[in-house]
């Protein structure tokens, strides 16, 4: 069945679709900055205080924001519905989880922590779109008492002006190296260790095999590693084939930030490795 045909108007096919591929970059942004942190973890060290950081301004400036937003102008509609009742409200309980996992997370006492308190995270937050995706999303759509491109809207709205659920403005705050908008900044002192300035030698270059992410998810998923790399370090990325629309779309979002090397091409494997200047 087509969108369209899930939806009871254009604007609430279109909305549908954009609701779909905005969950798609949080939890593919998600994905990329766990698994970078897993890898640290298990490989460069004096990189996990770094990427921990910024896993949790992302769920601070990103994932909560959503939930709290959605919970103020999305959920009520459906809520109001006799079969999407009880649904609503274990959706609501999952964000109280998911914050608590935020939370947790962000005071965990060592690496090991962090990746189990991580990992958890993904798991949960990959499964709650799941279900708006595929339940909540398509019943609103498809109701024609009600605009689902209207609600969303007024979601994103909230977002936007830093509101969330509460009307109060919230920390637009980003972590060190990006600005309101995500755009990488110039990240002041240290390399990383990776360039002889009194960082740790030969730190583990981390990658990401993208062939573990499911489809949908990849590109937000790289997005979102190559943003917890800090200028003069690097990340390897695997690939089924080569990315050559992915580094397009890497140099249209960052202009001459990243370089290039291929150090596999294929026939199993694509690895490069993607050097921030």
Request: with cysteine; hydrophobic share 45%; glycine share 8%.
């Amino acid at each position: 069945m087509s969108t369209l045909n899930l939806a009871s108007a254009p604007e609430d096919a279109a909305a549908l679709e954009g609701a779909e591929a905005h969950h798609a970059r949080l939890a593919g942004e998600l994905a990329g900055r766990v698994k970078m942190l897993l890898t640290a973890v298990d490989r460069d060290p004096t990189a996990v205080e770094r990427i921990h950081a910024g896993l949790v301004a992302f769920c601070d400036r990103s994932l909560l924001p959503h939930a709290a937003a959605e919970e103020a102008a999305l959920y009520p509609a459906a809520h109001a519905m006799f079969e999407a009742r009880l649904l609503i409200e274990s959706l609501i309980g999952e964000h109280r989880c998911l914050t608590t996992l935020v939370d947790t997370l962000r005071t965990a006492p060592g690496p090991a922590d962090a990746a189990a308190d991580a990992r958890a995270l993904q798991v949960l937050f990959e499964e709650h779109v799941a279900k708006e995706n595929g339940l909540v999303l398509p019943l609103l759509a498809m109701t024609p008492e009600v605009s689902l491109a209207a609600l969303l809207a007024d979601m994103h709205h909230r977002i936007a002006n830093g509101t969330g659920g509460s009307g109060v403005p919230q920390d637009q705050s980003n972590e060190k190296g990006h600005d309101m908008r995500g755009q990488r900044t110039d990240e002041p002192g240290g390399c990383g260790g990776v360039c002889g300035c009194g960082g740790a030698e030969e730190a583990a270059e981390p990658e990401l095999d993208v062939r573990e992410v499911p489809h949908a998810l990849r590109h937000a998923a790289v997005f979102g590693a190559l943003d917890a790399v800090p200028a003069g370090t690097a990340v390897v990325l695997i690939a089924p084939h080569d990315p050559l629309p992915l580094l397009a779309q890497i140099e249209q979002r960052n202009p001459g930030v990243f370089s290039v090397e291929y150090l596999e091409r294929g026939p199993q494997a694509w690895r490069l490795r993607l050097s921030h200047r």
